[in-house]
């Protein structure tokens, strides 16, 4: 079982320098990753990318980062979620990019309900999220793509467990209405 203790120290190692620290980080942490990337593609059709392959893709691009600022295990999995949702949204991409234009790829996500989302759509409506609050952008990818809890939510960006209830509200309503209207390029 891992403690936060555990945990800081990795990152402490990890910050420093050493690539041992990493790796035992990611191997320690592996079992709750490969969880987001299971519930991230649960539901999915037409994707040619396994659960394996997205968390191979992810630890990759996070294995690139040269300089690291986590302050625990809430802040690892918020960049890992965020690392899944590149991987997903440049999978989808490539595909739609395909001659033969394949299926939508979607996103399914178990958080308030069922939902099922177009990944291109989803990131077009981030994007613009981003645009107007990156903080309500980045609480989105972190329930959404990293399945996180209002809590984890909360230890990451610093916020009362209520406020971030009240920004996700916010979040998902914003989502909603640019979802139900995108912009025509």
Same mark, same amino acid.
């Given at each position: 079982?891992?403690?936060?203790?555990?945990?800081?120290?990795?990152?402490?190692?990890?910050? =420093?320098?050493?690539?041992?620290?990493?790796?035992?980080?990611?191997?320690?942490?592996?079992?709750?990753?490969?969880?987001?990337?299971?519930?991230?593609?649960?539901?999915?059709?037409?994707?040619? +990318?396994?659960? &394996?392959?997205?968390?191979?893709?992810?630890?990759?691009?996070?294995?690139?980062?040269?300089?690291?600022?986590?302050?625990?295990?809430?802040?690892? +999995?918020?960049?890992?979620? /965020? +690392?899944?949702?590149?991987?997903?949204i440049d999978h989808a991409r490539a595909k739609g990019a395909d001659k /033969?234009?394949? =299926?939508?790829?979607?996103?399914?996500?178990?958080?308030? &309900?069922?939902?099922?989302?177009?990944?291109?759509?989803?990131?077009? =409506?981030?994007?613009?999220?981003?645009?107007?609050?990156?903080?309500?952008?980045?609480?989105?990818?972190?329930?959404?793509?990293?399945?996180?809890?209002?809590?984890?939510?909360?230890?990451?960006? &610093?916020l009362s467990e209520a406020t971030v209830k009240r920004r996700w509200q916010?979040?998902?309503?914003?989502?909603?209405? =640019?979802?139900?209207?995108?912009?025509?390029?």
């Amino acid at each position: 079982m891992q403690t936060t203790g555990d945990v800081a120290t990795l990152l402490n190692g990890w910050r =420093a320098g050493d690539g041992n620290a990493r790796n035992q980080l990611v191997r320690l942490l592996h079992p709750q990753i490969a969880q987001i990337a299971a519930a991230r593609m649960r539901h999915e059709r037409n994707m040619s +990318l396994s659960t &394996g392959d997205l968390i191979n893709d992810a630890m990759v691009r996070l294995l690139r980062i040269e300089s690291i600022e986590l302050d625990g295990r809430a802040h690892f +999995l918020a960049l890992a979620s /965020r +690392l899944m949702r590149t991987v997903l949204i440049d999978h989808a991409r490539a595909k739609g990019a395909d001659k /033969r234009r394949h =299926a939508k790829v979607e996103l399914c996500t178990n958080i308030d &309900g069922e939902q099922r989302f177009d990944l291109n759509e989803l990131d077009s =409506a981030l994007l613009r999220l981003g645009a107007i609050d990156s903080q309500l952008m980045e609480l989105v990818e972190m329930r959404y793509f990293g399945g996180m809890s209002i809590a984890d939510v909360a230890v990451v960006t &610093g916020l009362s467990e209520a406020t971030v209830k009240r920004r996700w509200q916010t979040a998902r309503a914003w989502l909603t209405d =640019a979802l139900a209207n995108p912009l025509e390029l």
